[in-house]
């Protein structure tokens, strides 16, 4: 279910693989927000109404029934819009939006009415988080975004865009009940209106990102400066909303600790609605095999996830969901005897069959048994831990100095950027067959820096520490 998209378990490995993101590179320093608002794009409109004239009576229809009618230009412009501001203002080569952007995680969500909006992560090179002093916080902060009401005679178009899209007015789906001395009161969860401020201030994170255990409403870990005629504009980009012609939220992180980016990731990676617990339990019959039940699991997921016309039409079009800066790549850890291998095809296995019938040679090689032993000699030094970031099949077969040992092909150096290096998270405390699993892979990806010393393995036969020439693969 975790590659079929749309589902629960999707959504859950991507907030996963967002995770390790976090743990290699730091948190996140921007989380922006960008809507469609394709009701409002007098362009949009116009064109949908200009190619469906034959079909339909277009000219009586509101903006509304005309992009529920053609759902596929909706998408088309919201895409290539979405591409042209990320590629050409956030991601700029000269003087981009928010300053240079090192690494990026972006994914598309679909509101209730089916309408797509882009929630974005940016790691921003040399900003100003944690470590640094609050005075040059605030001006980071102010300098990417504001939430100041434009001047209608001097900026008539950005003053209509902030009325329009960024003035916020509370309504059910906002107010939530909060209880404070034991009584029940209703407030915005957006935190609206907002507090007025002469200058950028910044709040004590601990304070922010306390639990409180009377549901009380959490800080904001900043505000902007802002007047009481300002107090619900939500925070923008005065660039990015002119370029987007509809809602953006930039928002600061600023935290170096884990908590508030697994929150934000959490909350950009939540799985669309729909009914596949309860499904379960309808279906689930004891009477019927464990393949039985999963296929017919299988085949209601399909037709049971709720899918808008918006997103349906992005699956059609092999519009991309989600668009990361990194690779990522699973290191299997296990002993050989738990390893996980992938069967060759069935011709393949059949001529080995024939060539030698007592061939065990059926599994591809596997990256950590197979090939980091028979790794090149130049790539001696290198620990297995570089070498899944680094290294992959594929090089070229005249270069004698990276064939594998094993004579199954050559190997080739990434040029740009590593893979960031996933394995399975092990509590040491938990058993003590977790704390074996924890420092055979804490072995298995120790450093291999020093050329003179001797790596330090596992005794597969006595499960004992021993000694053996780095020449030695560890098997575990």
Request: charged share 25%; glycine share 4%; aromatic share 10%.
């Amino acid at each position: 279910m975790a590659n079929m998209r749309g589902t629960k378990e999707y959504f859950s490995k991507l907030a996963m693989d967002v995770k390790w993101l976090i743990r290699e590179l730091g948190p996140p320093t921007l989380f922006v927000t960008c809507a469609s608002a394709e009701w409002f794009s007098d362009a949009l409109v116009e064109h949908i109404r200009d190619i469906n004239k034959d079909f339909a009576k277009t000219d009586s229809m509101t903006p509304a029934e005309l992009c529920a009618m053609d759902p596929v230009s909706v998408s088309i412009h919201f895409h290539k819009k979405w591409k042209a501001i990320f590629k050409k203002l956030i991601l700029a080569k000269e003087s981009p939006m928010f300053g240079h952007v090192s690494e990026f995680f972006w994914r598309i969500e679909y509101q209730s009415r089916g309408a797509p909006h882009v929630h974005c992560l940016l790691w921003i090179d040399n900003a100003m988080i944690g470590k640094d002093s609050n005075d040059d916080v605030k001006a980071y902060i102010d300098q990417i975004s504001t939430c100041s009401m434009p001047d209608s005679s001097s900026s008539p178009t950005l003053s209509a865009l902030v009325a329009k899209f960024q003035t916020h007015k509370c309504n059910k789906y906002c107010m939530k009940a909060y209880k404070k001395n034991g009584q029940f009161y209703r407030k915005c969860r957006f935190g609206f209106p907002r507090p007025t401020k002469p200058a950028t201030y910044l709040n004590d994170v601990a304070d922010c990102l306390a639990v409180n255990q009377i549901k009380q409403p959490r800080k904001r870990l900043y505000h902007l400066r802002r007047t009481e005629q300002e107090a619900n504009i939500n925070d923008y980009n005065p660039a990015l909303l002119l370029a987007n012609q509809a809602n953006v939220d930039v928002q600061y992180i600023g935290h170096m600790g884990s908590r508030l980016p697994y929150c934000i990731t959490n909350y950009i990676t939540k799985h669309e609605r729909s009914e596949n617990d309860e499904m379960w339990q309808q279906m689930y019959s004891a009477a019927k095999s464990v393949g039985t039940n999963a296929m017919s699991f299988l085949l209601n997921a399909i037709k049971q996830r709720q899918v808008g016309a918006n997103e349906a039409v992005d699956r059609l079009l092999g519009h991309k969901l989600y668009s990361q800066s990194r690779q990522l790549r699973f290191a299997d850890l296990q002993p050989r005897d738990k390893a996980r291998r992938v069967l060759k095809p069935m011709k393949e296995v059949e001529r080995l069959v024939q060539s030698d019938e007592n061939s065990t040679d059926i599994f591809y090689d596997h990256w950590v048994l197979d090939i980091y032993p028979a790794r090149p000699d130049v790539l001696e030094d290198v620990s297995l831990h570089e070498f899944f970031g680094w290294y992959e099949k594929g090089g070229n077969v005249k270069d004698v100095t990276m064939r594998l040992k094993n004579g199954n092909g050559c190997l080739r150096k990434r040029t740009v950027k590593p893979y960031i290096v996933t394995h399975p998270i092990v509590n040491p405390n938990r058993s003590a067959e977790e704390k074996e699993r924890y420092f055979t892979s804490f072995l298995s990806f120790s450093d291999h820096g020093e050329t003179k010393k001797t790596s330090v393995l596992w005794d597969k036969p006595t499960k004992r520490l021993s000694s053996n020439s780095r020449s030695t693969c560890r098997q575990w």
